[in-house]
């Protein structure tokens, strides 16, 4: 069966650090892939997402590309803010049987400090 | 559009008792999805609908736990009896057919408290 696998968190960052969130997935066919953002308090929203291999999906400053040879779409951001404290949650999509179905990681808790 | 709407935002009851849990998914979506998020079990998919009908309920802990689509405009999850570890948020999410753009468009969720 698919599945996503995530770095475990919480990680911690100081303001205008770098960010890396690791993921990678195994799949039988050729998935969408997704990022999604959860804030306290608040259901997950759609952060960026790749639908073929090479894709890169980007927003709000956060960027990840679909890499097919090595079955990953890595998370990044140049210079995270305090705002962007949240859980991340990785994602695949794909058609099985004529349906979607949707696999989720367990979430990457992300704390950035001032 | 105004989103996926849940109600009621915030449940408590006590135990033995029915809740039912209400959702109202985006215009147009043919996917419907019940999800239970806990800090103990993560985000735990329950049951998706397809243009109303039941797809896959194998995440659907217990017979006490029961969802139905009516119609393409409202879905309902229903615990009866309820139980202290029902005690989560439920997030309804919706999502349109077309295979291009599978994404998910969530509610706010119900936080569930069973006592």
């Known amino acids: 069966g698919n599945s996503v696998t995530q770095m475990e968190g919480p990680v911690t960052l100081s303001e205008e650090a770098f960010l890396t969130i690791n993921c990678t997935y195994t799949a039988t066919g050729y998935p969408s892939l997704f990022w999604y953002v959860q804030y306290p308090g608040e259901g997950l929203q759609l952060l960026l997402k790749a639908t073929k291999a090479d894709d890169k999906g980007s927003n709000k400053g956060f960027e990840a590309t679909y890499r097919k040879e090595t079955t990953s779409f890595h998370l990044e951001k140049g210079s995270v803010q305090v705002s962007d404290s949240a859980v991340y949650f990785c994602?695949?999509?794909?058609?099985?049987?004529?349906?979607?179905?949707?696999?989720f990681g367990t979430g990457t808790k992300l704390q950035v400090i001032p | 559009d105004a989103g996926v709407i849940q109600s009621p935002r915030h449940e408590v009851t006590e135990m033995g008792q029915e809740v039912t849990l209400r959702c109202k998914p985006i215009?147009?979506?043919?996917?419907l999805f019940w999800y239970r998020q806990t800090m103990m079990r993560g985000l735990e998919l329950l049951i998706y609908?397809?243009?109303?009908?039941?797809?896959?309920d194998s995440g659907m802990p217990e017979d006490r736990f029961s969802a139905k689509m009516p119609n393409a405009s409202f879905s309902t999850l229903k615990i009866q009896p309820s139980e202290p570890r029902d005690s989560a948020v439920y997030f309804c999410a919706s999502s349109p057919g077309d295979s291009s753009s599978y994404e998910q468009y969530f509610g706010p969720g119900t936080r569930l408290t069973v006592t």
């Open positions: 609908f397809n243009n109303n009908v039941p797809i896959d």
């Open positions: 994602a695949l999509s794909e058609n099985s049987g004529g349906y979607q179905k949707v696999t």
């Open positions: 215009s147009g979506h043919d996917y």
